[in-house]
């Protein structure tokens, strides 16, 4: 494997924690993100133009299938974008365990929203708190107010273990 494809991994799974910790703290997913993770993708591929061209259709495919899902309202438009961004550097078999992972990995995210129900209402995290007391005030915080789950976060869980699976 060559050095870009080793340096365009290594870049895409830390921009893939940096959204990961973006969503949980803001529910946005930047745009200039997207497009960095979309260009590292088609970098990592440059040696073989037939691999971009399949999954560049393979992404238009995706994008046109999460396009529905967005337009019911069953996705954000930043999980769509930070999908599609993934899907541009993929080989169809990647991104069909791009999307299992993604799936199991929203499931869990879902069943940990869902538990939450039964936790107590937080207190407000007094000043020098931990990292997760604050994180776990807020979230519950956002619960309650009926906020959509940072599923960026399961898109990056599945964007990580894709690019560890294919090797770098």
């Known amino acids: 494997m060559s050095w870009i494809v080793f340096i365009a991994s290594i870049l895409e799974i830390l921009l893939l924690l940096y959204v990961a910790t973006l969503d949980v703290a803001t529910r946005l997913i930047r745009n200039d993100i997207c497009l960095a993770l979309a260009l590292l993708g088609i970098a990592g591929q440059l040696a073989s133009p037939m691999q971009i061209a399949q999954s560049l259709i393979s992404a ?6 999460l396009l529905v899902a967005y337009t019911r309202r069953w996705m954000g438009g930043g999980d769509v974008k930070l999908l599609v961004a993934l899907a ?22 879902a069943m940990m929203h869902l538990m939450m129900r039964n936790l107590p209402y937080p207190r407000l995290a007094p000043a020098g708190s931990s990292l997760m007391r604050r994180v ?10 009926q906020a959509p789950l940072p599923y960026g976060v399961a ?12 090797g770098f």
């Not at 541009?88 to 995210?109: I, M, R, Y």
């Open 60 to 65: 238009a495919i995706l994008f046109l299938l």
């Open 88 to 109: 541009v550097g993929l080989p169809l078999t990647d991104l069909v365990q791009l999307l299992t992972v993604t799936a199991l990995a929203g499931g869990v995210l």
């Open 155 to 166: 898109i990056a869980c599945g964007g990580i273990w894709t690019i560890f699976s294919r």
């Open 136 to 145: 776990y005030a807020v979230e519950r915080w956002r619960h309650l107010r």
